[in-house]
């Protein structure tokens, strides 16, 4: 069993920066793929980024150059900078981990077996 508890959300005004950080505990050994999805109201859940244990990373396009997902495996921790916030960013976001698939990218929501509870970032403009 692993845990994902994230934090960071919270309100700010379009331009400004949040840095998400989801910590990772339990059986984190087993952890390949950890990644960040979001889910806005009336919408589908959507992938924002993901990271392997190697550094290898995807983003959505949306997001590209103006997110960066990192992970510190020592600390069990995957973070998500957003910078230049835009209020189409508003949405919950989660933290997901996908164990004992190696280290390819997961790009869908189907690889990842835990999800954190959630945080919502809302982007005033």
């Known amino acids: 069993q692993v845990q994902l508890v994230e934090s960071g959300g919270g309100l700010v005004q379009a331009g400004d920066s949040l840095r998400l950080s989801c910590a990772a505990s339990g059986d984190t050994i087993c952890i390949s793929a950890m990644g960040w999805y979001r889910q806005a109201p009336g919408k589908e859940r959507e992938l924002v980024a993901t990271?392997?244990?190697?550094?290898?990373?995807y983003y959505a396009d949306s997001v590209k150059g103006r997110f960066t997902i990192s992970r510190d495996n020592a600390k069990n921790t995957v973070y998500l900078q957003m910078n230049s916030l835009k209020p189409e960013d508003t949405a919950v976001y989660y933290c997901?981990?996908?164990?004992?698939?190696?280290?390819?990218?997961?790009?869908?929501?189907?690889?990842?077996?835990?999800w954190g509870q959630g945080t919502q970032v809302t982007v005033s403009s």
């Open positions: 997901a981990a996908d164990v004992f698939s190696g280290p390819s990218i997961a790009t869908t929501m189907e690889r990842y077996d835990y």
């Open positions: 990271t392997t244990t190697g550094g290898s990373t």
